[in-house]
Protein backbone atom coordinates (compact mmCIF):
# COMPACT_ATOMS: atom_id res chain seq x y z
CA UNK A 1 0.00 0.00 0.00
CA UNK A 2 1.25 3.06 -1.05
CA UNK A 3 2.18 5.85 1.86
CA UNK A 4 2.73 9.64 1.54
CA UNK A 5 4.33 11.66 3.49
CA UNK A 6 4.01 14.88 3.21
CA UNK A 7 6.99 17.81 5.43
CA UNK A 8 6.04 20.10 6.67
CA UNK A 9 2.28 19.89 7.61
CA UNK A 10 2.02 23.60 7.75
CA UNK A 11 4.34 26.89 6.57
CA UNK A 12 4.18 30.32 7.12
CA UNK A 13 6.73 33.04 5.20
CA UNK A 14 6.41 36.47 4.59
CA UNK A 15 5.65 37.59 0.49
CA UNK A 16 8.43 37.28 -1.53
CA UNK A 17 10.18 33.79 -0.21
CA UNK A 18 10.52 31.21 -2.34
CA UNK A 19 8.53 28.01 -0.63
CA UNK A 20 10.12 24.23 -0.60
CA UNK A 21 7.27 21.73 -0.19
CA UNK A 22 8.48 17.82 0.56
CA UNK A 23 6.82 14.64 -0.57
CA UNK A 24 8.12 11.24 0.21
CA UNK A 25 6.50 7.82 -0.72
CA UNK A 26 7.05 4.08 -0.20
CA UNK A 27 6.41 2.40 -3.39
CA UNK A 28 8.67 4.06 -6.01
CA UNK A 29 6.99 2.06 -8.89
CA UNK A 30 4.87 4.93 -9.51
CA UNK A 31 3.54 5.72 -13.51
CA UNK A 32 3.26 9.68 -12.66
CA UNK A 33 2.69 12.04 -9.62
CA UNK A 34 0.48 14.72 -8.96
CA UNK A 35 0.82 18.02 -7.27
CA UNK A 36 -2.73 19.79 -6.36
CA UNK A 37 -4.10 23.19 -4.59
CA UNK A 38 -6.80 23.03 -2.38
CA UNK A 39 -7.97 25.88 -1.00
CA UNK A 40 -10.80 25.79 2.21
CA UNK A 41 -13.91 24.18 1.55
CA UNK A 42 -12.68 23.78 -2.40
CA UNK A 43 -11.97 21.06 -4.38
CA UNK A 44 -8.18 20.41 -5.81
CA UNK A 45 -6.67 21.86 -8.49
CA UNK A 46 -4.13 20.49 -10.42
CA UNK A 47 -0.69 22.10 -10.60
CA UNK A 48 1.66 19.68 -12.36
CA UNK A 49 2.20 16.33 -13.26
CA UNK A 50 5.53 14.55 -13.81
CA UNK A 51 5.82 11.42 -15.50
CA UNK A 52 7.77 8.84 -14.16
CA UNK A 53 10.54 9.24 -17.15
CA UNK A 54 10.60 13.11 -16.02
CA UNK A 55 12.86 14.66 -13.54
CA UNK A 56 11.28 17.88 -13.22
CA UNK A 57 8.35 19.60 -14.50
CA UNK A 58 7.98 23.51 -14.67
CA UNK A 59 5.11 25.98 -14.59
CA UNK A 60 5.49 29.40 -14.56
CA UNK A 61 6.89 30.11 -10.87
CA UNK A 62 6.43 26.00 -9.78
CA UNK A 63 8.93 23.78 -10.52
CA UNK A 64 8.82 19.98 -9.34
CA UNK A 65 11.47 17.62 -8.96
CA UNK A 66 10.44 13.84 -8.92
CA UNK A 67 13.62 10.86 -7.99
CA UNK A 68 11.59 8.10 -8.15
CA UNK A 69 13.88 5.60 -7.28
CA UNK A 70 14.24 7.44 -3.34
CA UNK A 71 10.90 8.22 -3.45
CA UNK A 72 10.46 11.98 -3.47
CA UNK A 73 9.34 14.59 -5.08
CA UNK A 74 9.65 18.50 -3.93
CA UNK A 75 7.63 21.30 -5.33
CA UNK A 76 9.27 24.80 -5.36
CA UNK A 77 7.31 28.08 -5.47
CA UNK A 78 9.12 31.21 -6.74
CA UNK A 79 8.70 34.26 -4.82
CA UNK A 80 5.27 33.68 -3.08
CA UNK A 81 2.29 35.29 -2.96
CA UNK A 82 -0.74 36.33 -0.25
CA UNK A 83 -2.52 34.46 -3.20
CA UNK A 84 -0.37 31.18 -3.01
CA UNK A 85 -1.96 30.48 0.61
CA UNK A 86 -3.42 26.95 0.22
CA UNK A 87 -2.18 23.42 1.11
CA UNK A 88 -0.41 21.69 -1.07
CA UNK A 89 -1.01 17.58 -1.91
CA UNK A 90 1.38 15.34 -3.75
CA UNK A 91 -0.62 12.36 -5.36
CA UNK A 92 1.41 9.64 -6.59
CA UNK A 93 -0.04 7.35 -9.01
CA UNK A 94 0.42 3.37 -9.16
CA UNK A 95 -2.42 0.83 -9.22
CA UNK A 96 -5.12 3.02 -11.18
CA UNK A 97 -5.04 5.28 -7.87
CA UNK A 98 -3.72 8.21 -6.65
CA UNK A 99 -2.81 7.99 -2.98
CA UNK A 100 -3.04 11.44 -1.43
CA UNK A 101 -0.71 12.60 1.66
CA UNK A 102 -1.82 14.90 4.11
CA UNK A 103 -0.91 18.25 2.71
CA UNK A 104 1.34 20.95 3.30
CA UNK A 105 -1.02 24.26 4.57
CA UNK A 106 0.95 26.87 3.40
CA UNK A 107 0.12 30.64 4.81
CA UNK A 108 2.12 33.53 2.81
CA UNK A 109 1.87 36.97 4.94
CA UNK A 110 1.79 40.23 3.21
CA UNK B 1 -16.46 24.19 -20.41
CA UNK B 2 -17.76 23.44 -17.14
CA UNK B 3 -15.33 20.34 -16.27
CA UNK B 4 -16.28 18.25 -13.47
CA UNK B 5 -19.43 18.96 -11.87
CA UNK B 6 -20.85 17.42 -8.68
CA UNK B 7 -25.04 17.61 -7.41
CA UNK B 8 -25.82 18.54 -4.50
CA UNK B 9 -22.89 20.24 -2.71
CA UNK B 10 -24.20 19.88 0.43
CA UNK B 11 -26.41 17.18 1.76
CA UNK B 12 -27.92 16.05 5.62
CA UNK B 13 -29.11 12.45 5.76
CA UNK B 14 -30.27 10.65 8.84
CA UNK B 15 -29.14 7.06 9.46
CA UNK B 16 -30.22 4.52 6.90
CA UNK B 17 -31.55 7.00 4.41
CA UNK B 18 -30.60 6.82 1.04
CA UNK B 19 -29.12 9.08 -1.36
CA UNK B 20 -27.27 9.37 -5.17
CA UNK B 21 -24.50 12.03 -5.78
CA UNK B 22 -24.43 12.49 -9.62
CA UNK B 23 -21.16 13.87 -11.18
CA UNK B 24 -20.58 15.01 -14.74
CA UNK B 25 -18.02 15.90 -16.80
CA UNK B 26 -18.01 17.96 -20.07
CA UNK B 27 -14.16 16.71 -21.34
CA UNK B 28 -15.18 13.23 -22.99
CA UNK B 29 -12.60 11.75 -20.64
CA UNK B 30 -12.81 7.92 -20.16
CA UNK B 31 -11.56 7.38 -16.63
CA UNK B 32 -14.07 8.80 -13.75
CA UNK B 33 -13.23 8.14 -10.08
CA UNK B 34 -14.80 9.24 -6.52
CA UNK B 35 -12.73 9.84 -3.79
CA UNK B 36 -13.53 11.06 -0.38
CA UNK B 37 -11.94 13.44 2.23
CA UNK B 38 -11.88 13.32 6.13
CA UNK B 39 -9.60 15.15 8.08
CA UNK B 40 -6.63 13.03 9.27
CA UNK B 41 -7.06 10.78 6.39
CA UNK B 42 -6.41 12.20 3.52
CA UNK B 43 -8.04 11.47 0.12
CA UNK B 44 -9.41 8.45 -0.21
CA UNK B 45 -10.41 6.31 -3.33
CA UNK B 46 -13.95 4.77 -3.43
CA UNK B 47 -14.43 3.41 -6.97
CA UNK B 48 -13.44 4.13 -10.52
CA UNK B 49 -14.47 3.44 -13.73
CA UNK B 50 -12.44 3.27 -17.01
CA UNK B 51 -15.10 3.55 -19.18
CA UNK B 52 -18.58 3.70 -20.34
CA UNK B 53 -20.28 0.41 -18.23
CA UNK B 54 -17.62 -0.45 -16.46
CA UNK B 55 -16.62 0.53 -12.70
CA UNK B 56 -14.09 -1.13 -10.05
CA UNK B 57 -13.71 -0.85 -6.25
CA UNK B 58 -11.35 1.42 -5.00
CA UNK B 59 -9.52 1.43 -1.50
CA UNK B 60 -12.80 2.33 0.73
CA UNK B 61 -15.66 0.89 -0.94
CA UNK B 62 -17.93 -0.81 1.41
CA UNK B 63 -21.43 0.61 1.49
CA UNK B 64 -21.29 2.69 -1.44
CA UNK B 65 -22.86 1.44 -5.36
CA UNK B 66 -21.32 3.26 -8.77
CA UNK B 67 -23.14 3.37 -11.92
CA UNK B 68 -21.30 4.40 -15.15
CA UNK B 69 -24.40 4.37 -17.70
CA UNK B 70 -23.63 7.02 -19.93
CA UNK B 71 -19.36 8.17 -20.66
CA UNK B 72 -20.06 11.70 -18.77
CA UNK B 73 -21.94 10.73 -15.63
CA UNK B 74 -20.81 8.89 -12.74
CA UNK B 75 -23.15 8.11 -10.07
CA UNK B 76 -22.22 7.65 -5.58
CA UNK B 77 -25.14 5.94 -4.21
CA UNK B 78 -25.51 5.12 -0.37
CA UNK B 79 -28.19 2.72 -0.29
CA UNK B 80 -28.57 2.97 3.81
CA UNK B 81 -26.40 5.91 5.29
CA UNK B 82 -23.98 5.39 8.32
CA UNK B 83 -22.66 8.37 10.40
CA UNK B 84 -19.07 7.21 9.42
CA UNK B 85 -20.00 8.05 5.88
CA UNK B 86 -20.15 11.73 7.03
CA UNK B 87 -17.49 12.94 4.67
CA UNK B 88 -16.63 15.25 1.99
CA UNK B 89 -17.20 13.48 -1.50
CA UNK B 90 -14.95 14.29 -4.70
CA UNK B 91 -15.43 13.07 -8.03
CA UNK B 92 -12.27 13.26 -10.76
CA UNK B 93 -11.61 12.08 -13.95
CA UNK B 94 -8.94 11.63 -16.84
CA UNK B 95 -8.54 10.98 -20.44
CA UNK B 96 -6.40 7.82 -19.61
CA UNK B 97 -5.31 5.85 -16.66
CA UNK B 98 -2.04 8.36 -15.97
CA UNK B 99 -3.58 11.81 -17.38
CA UNK B 100 -4.10 14.01 -15.19
CA UNK B 101 -7.25 13.98 -13.06
CA UNK B 102 -9.02 17.17 -13.05
CA UNK B 103 -11.44 17.47 -9.67
CA UNK B 104 -15.23 18.44 -8.88
CA UNK B 105 -16.02 20.96 -6.60
CA UNK B 106 -16.75 18.09 -3.84
CA UNK B 107 -20.12 17.34 -1.97
CA UNK B 108 -20.43 17.91 1.66
CA UNK B 109 -22.65 14.95 3.44
CA UNK B 110 -23.20 14.48 6.91
CA UNK B 111 -25.34 11.42 8.38
CA UNK B 112 -26.80 12.45 12.10
Known amino acids: KQEVTQIPAALSVPEGENLVLNCSFT??????LQWFRQDPGKGLTSLLL?????REQTSGRLNASLDKSSGRSTLYIAASQPGDSATYLC?????????FGAGTTVTVRA | NAGVTQTPKFRVLKTGQSMTLLCAQD?????MYWYRQDPGMGLRLIHY???????AKGEVPDGYNVSRLKKQNFLLGLESAAPSQTSVYFC???????????FGPGTRLTVL
Open chain 2, 27 to 31: MNHEY
Open chain 1, 50 to 54: IQSSQ
Open chain 2, 49 to 55: SVGEGTT
Open chain 1, 91 to 99: APFNDYKLS
Open chain 2, 92 to 102: ASSQGAEGTQY
Open chain 1, 27 to 32: DSAIYN
